[in-house]
């Protein structure tokens, strides 16, 4: 089972800040991994496919990076609305399907 | 526009058992790869199973194999998952959620809350 390690747990920033949060597997995914946002009381939301294609919808301020092992979700100018959980997902090797365990983006 | 409704969740005693459903409208449902993910109280995402756009093929996360069904309708448009035994490690919110067709998950319900307590 390939293991995804996110990092940081929390990350503390101001509106208008430049943010990257990181995604590590224990085995190579390639490209097959994925970026969901999640708010309170919402269902997940895909935001990235293929490590860095935005989802229909998404804005451009999200960008998605890396392949193998290392991978990063950048948000280049922090909008209310984007603090929330971010969970990445592999889906080179399933099953099982696995997710990190999530980075919280909370207003400093 | 896609939609799918999760229900049948509720309280349940442990060595229950629960049906849950969910609703798909909007797109061709027997067209797609369908998915169960589950979220317990404060935690992340964890899968659960899936199933083929046929239910030809069927996968289970260890954790629940042995003791959880996923199944569906393409007739009804409409996916199931039948637990059994379920323990309070099985409490969460659980999500159907559509692969697109390339093993990532483009469409969630709003999801369905399970919580197994006596």
């Known amino acids: 089972e390939i293991v995804l390690t996110q990092s940081p747990a929390t990350l503390s920033v101001s509106p208008g800040e430049r943010v990257t949060l990181s995604c590590r597997a224990t085995?190579?995914?390639?490209?097959?991994l994925a970026w969901y946002q999640q708010k309170p009381g919402q269902a997940p939301r895909l935001l990235i496919y293929g490590a860095s294609t935005r989802a229909l919808g998404v804005p451009a301020r999200f960008s998605g990076s890396g392949s193998g092992t290392e991978f990063t979700l950048t948000i280049s100018s922090l909008q209310s609305e984007d603090f929330a959980l971010y969970y990445c997902?592999?889906?080179?090797?399933?099953?099982?399907?696995?997710f990190g365990q999530g980075t919280k983006l909370e207003i400093k | 526009e896609v939609e799918l409704v999760e229900s049948g969740g509720g309280l349940v005693k442990p060595g229950g058992s629960l049906r849950l459903s969910c609703a798909a409208s909007g797109f061709a449902f027997g067209s797609y790869f369908m998915n169960w993910v589950r979220q317990a109280p404060g935690k992340g995402l964890e899968w659960v199973s899936s199933i083929s756009s046929s239910g030809t093929y069927i996968y289970y996360a260890d954790s629940v194999k042995g003791r959880f069904t996923i199944s569906r309708d393409n007739t009804k448009n409409s996916l199931s998952l039948h637990m059994n035994s379920l323990s309070g490690e099985d409490t969460a919110v659980y999500y159907c959620a559509r692969d697109n067709g390339n093993n990532y998950f483009d469409q969630w319900g709003q999801g369905t809350p399970v919580t197994v307590s006596s």
């Open positions: 997902q592999q889906y080179k090797n399933w099953p099982p399907y696995t």
């Open positions: 085995q190579s995914v390639s490209s097959s």
